[in-house]
């Protein structure tokens, strides 16, 4: 595993020598979610990393300055569904974490479950619920972290207060909930999004908690911030499709830039 994230990384540092304080990862449709004054770009396929498949998502990192802090943009993400290990859709946020980014923000598109989660409100990501297999499986590198991770609070406490005070300033307040991951890739059964109400969760995806794993194995803080696209199967009343997803993240992708730059703008 080093070795792959080591490769990738020294493949980066034959493109650039910038050293990112924070990482953000754009989930689906969220393309566009960062004003970047851009520095340079890299394809992950030029890291030696898989490009990413599916439709919203570019695979490709983007580096440069937002609000006077140096930030990687992470556009495109490795999904389990697309076929990839768990340990395999990691890669991109170990490469950024290795690069320098002490912090890093995930975003993703999510059905809500919660009663009080509309369409288009944002949730950060209190703790997760993973069923997705663990990307920490296989023998442990120590110079990537240790064996057995500390899963006390993934999710950094003092971020989601500084994400909910940048919020408020944006004019909105920003929910708070437990995230679960599925594998994906069909939308989950009625059935499943009920059991997973009884489990805590308030919120579904197919993607960030195996990201937060192995960024909390490298020791890095991680804010997740889950954008409202769908009421999650069964409480919406209409079949769910990737794009109404897509067309549901376009339309509040204004807000999730406002409220990334205010959190950039407001961290040490
Ligand atoms: N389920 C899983 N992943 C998702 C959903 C959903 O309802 N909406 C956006 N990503």
Redesign the pocket.
């Known amino acids: 595993m080093f070795g792959r994230a080591a490769n990738a990384y020294a493949e980066l540092r034959k493109r650039t020598d910038f050293v990112p304080e924070i990482a953000i990862v754009l989930?689906?449709g969220l393309g566009g979610a960062v004003d970047l004054e851009e520095e340079c770009s890299i394809g992950y396929d030029e890291l030696g990393l898989p490009g990413s498949t599916v439709h919203g998502h570019r695979g490709r990192m983007v580096f440069g300055t937002l609000c006077g802090k140096k930030v990687v943009v992470l556009q495109g993400r490795l999904h389990y569904y697309e076929g990839h290990s768990s340990e395999t859709a990691a890669l991109p946020d170990r490469v950024a974490a290795l690069a320098g980014a002490k912090t890093v923000v995930l975003t993703?598109?999510?059905?809500?479950i919660a009663p009080d989660l509309e369409c288009g409100d944002i949730m950060a990501i209190r703790d997760h619920i993973c069923l997705a297999p663990n990307p920490l499986i296989g023998p442990n590198d120590d110079r990537m972290g240790p064996r057995f991770p500390d899963m006390t609070a993934p999710y950094d406490p003092e971020l989601i207060e500084l994400a909910k005070t940048a919020a408020r300033k944006c004019g909105f307040e920003l929910k708070e909930g437990v995230y679960i991951q599925?594998t994906?890739p069909s939308?989950?059964t009625a059935a499943e999004?009920r059991m997973a109400g009884i489990m805590g969760a308030d919120?579904?995806?197919?993607?960030t908690a195996i990201e937060t794993i192995a960024l909390r194995h490298m020791g890095v803080k991680v804010l997740g911030l889950s954008f409202?696209?769908?009421?999650?199967?069964g409480l919406a009343g209409k079949p769910?499709s990737?794009e109404d997803?897509n067309r549901e993240s376009e339309r509040v992708v204004a807000k999730m830039r406002g409220l990334l730059a205010a959190i950039v703008g407001d961290m040490q």
């Open positions: 989930g689906s993703n598109a999510a059905g809500g599925f994906g939308f989950e999004v919120a579904v995806g197919m993607s409202i696209s769908n009421k999650a199967c769910l990737h997803v």
